[in-house]
């Protein structure tokens, strides 16, 4: 099963998402879905149900607190070619911890692909094709704009289901922070 570790938002900051969104609901660009924005902490990929049950045991011991995070503006990782649209997330320490924590306790039963360093963000669209022209200058136009506070109070295993009509997600454990 094809599984990831993420941080679910409120629904409120998933309305304002939703409708920054429609800035670039144009040909060659997938939109994410409003119920499927989430902050990717670990990708584990394809695992077995056993490590599935291995990986719950490994985040089970994360003891960390919960933490506020704000959302504001919007980014991108390669100007040489834009492929993903991000929201950016901004906080104290907490999601570097956070990370940090998660990608341990994933590498104790998982042999994770190599990673750049840690940015949180929350994948608004991906780039599939199409003119991309003046695309960055309209993705820096929200590079001010508030999307809201939120605090961070659990993580959840999450299976993804691949489809025609895009990715089914299954929270298969939420693991409470620390109040």
């Not at 679910?8 to 304002?16: M, N």
Request: charged residues 30%.
């Amino acid at each position: 099963m094809r599984c990831f570790v993420a941080i679910e938002l409120p629904e409120s900051l998933k309305q304002r998402l939703g409708r920054v969104q429609q800035d670039f609901d144009d040909e060659g660009i997938s939109l994410v879905k409003r119920g499927a924005l989430h902050i990717t902490l670990s990708f584990l990929g394809d695992i077995s149900g056993e490590e599935s049950e291995e990986v719950e045991k490994e985040l089970a011991g994360v003891r960390l607190h919960g933490f506020g995070a704000w959302c504001r503006g919007l980014g991108f990782f390669s100007p040489n070619r834009i492929n993903v649209i991000f929201a950016k997330i901004h906080d104290g320490e907490g999601f570097s911890e956070l990370y940090e924590s998660v990608s341990g306790a994933v590498k104790r039963v998982v042999n994770l692909k190599e990673e750049r360093g840690y940015v949180p963000h929350v994948t608004i669209a991906r780039v599939c094709w199409g003119n991309r022209g003046g695309l960055e200058r309209r993705i820096m136009e929200h590079d001010d704009e508030e999307f809201g506070e939120f605090h961070v109070r659990s993580f959840s295993l999450k299976k993804s289901t691949l489809t025609p009509n895009g990715p089914i997600y299954e929270t298969l454990r939420e693991f409470p922070l620390e109040r």
